[in-house]
């Protein structure tokens, strides 16, 4: 085998790496209830979407009720 099929190898290897660990990212974004638009430069309807429901559900919610005994 030559040296040039052993950069190829490191190559696509280091690709799907990258690949691989931008996935993970995401996922783990997504997870931790972080936007996973936050990033994008235009406008993002699932960070719209996300934004929109997190506003209804604060709205939606019952005031706390006070407990007197403690």
Same mark, same amino acid.
């Given at each position: %085998? *030559?040296?040039?099929?052993?950069?190829?190898?490191?190559?696509?290897?280091?690709?799907?790496? /990258?690949? =691989?660990?931008?996935?993970?990212?995401?996922?783990?974004? =997504?997870? @931790? =209830? &972080? *936007?996973?638009?936050? *990033?994008?430069? @235009?406008?993002? /309807?699932?960070?719209?979407? %996300?934004?929109?429901?997190?506003? /209804?559900?604060? /709205? &939606?919610?019952?005031?706390?009720?006070? &407990?007197?005994?403690?």
């Amino acid at each position: %085998m *030559n040296w040039q099929y052993w950069i190829v190898i490191l190559l696509v290897g280091l690709c799907f790496a /990258e690949v =691989s660990r931008r996935i993970y990212l995401f996922f783990r974004r =997504s997870q @931790s =209830s &972080n *936007n996973p638009c936050d *990033n994008c430069a @235009s406008g993002c /309807e699932l960070r719209d979407l %996300m934004d929109k429901k997190k506003k /209804e559900c604060k /709205e &939606n919610q019952a005031p706390p009720k006070k &407990n007197c005994c403690g």
